[in-house]
Each structure stands twice: as C-alpha cells, then as structure tokens.
C-alpha cells in the first residue's frame, strides 16, 4: 500500500501498520496517524502512558517501545474482523519473535481495535499482555 489517502479502508490501514511495524519503520508507523491520533494502551505496565495523543507524542512513545529488546518477526494466527461500523476493524493475532541478545523465543497475544478517519488512525486501543512482556524481559509488570 501506497500513502494514506482519504479513502483507505481501515483493513488496508491494519496491513500497512503490519508491514511498517515488521520492517521496523516506526517512524512511517507513526506518520499513519491523524494529527491528533489517539494510542490507547489499556494495560499499559508501570511507567509507560495509557493514552498517547497526537502524532509526535505517538511517534515517540513508538520510538520508546522500539527500544526495547523484544523483536517481533512474525504474526501468525491473524483475524481481521469489520465491524457495524465501517471506521474500524477488529484484529487478534499472535506475534512470534525473539529477545534480542538472548535469541530466546517468544510468543504474545494481541488484539486491536482501529478507528479510520478520512485516511489516517483516528484512535488505535492496544490490548496486550504487560506481564508476559515483563517475564520475557526478566522483570515484573507490577
């Protein structure tokens, strides 16, 4: 997929949030959201925001999750559901990756929920898991 226009659907909107977050173009990631896009992450660990607003802010809370060891290869397992609502999509899937210096395997659930608007990420709610992640890291989410 080519830039945003104002007709992209959210499912195209999810695959190309897929393909720049597995190419680790975060920063064409962020580029994706509405100028005054909203990251939701609902169970965000200790430290981290719950709600980021606005492209820069997004950019770089997405700059700061990119540094940490965990390195997604793959999801497999991938349901993209419509909704009733033609701006969003519903996806889960299971990203399959490694720990960075240790090559110890991963598996973690996802699910999402994406609102469109006029071309751009109006809201993206990210459900994962903070204390699988913090296990994997050797440390605690609490």
């Known amino acids: 997929m080519s830039a945003p226009t104002e007709t992209t659907t959210p499912r195209e909107m999810f695959d190309r949030l897929v393909e720049l977050f597995l190419a680790k173009d975060l920063t064409g990631f962020a580029e994706l959201f509405a100028e005054d896009g909203v990251l939701e992450l609902p169970f965000a660990p200790p430290g981290r925001p719950s709600v980021v607003r606005g492209r820069a802010a997004i950019r770089a809370e997405l ?80």
């Open 63 to 142: 700059a700061a999750i990119a540094e940490t060891p965990l390195v997604h290869r793959e999801f497999r397992d991938m349901a993209v559901y419509r909704t009733d609502d033609p701006e969003v999509v519903i996806a889960e899937y299971d990203a399959h990756g490694e720990v960075a210096g240790t090559g110890r395997g991963y598996v973690l659930r996802y699910v999402q929920v994406l609102r469109v608007r006029e071309g751009r990420i109006a809201h993206w709610r990210d459900y994962f898991n903070p204390l699988a992640g913090a296990e994997l890291l050797g440390g605690s989410a609490a």
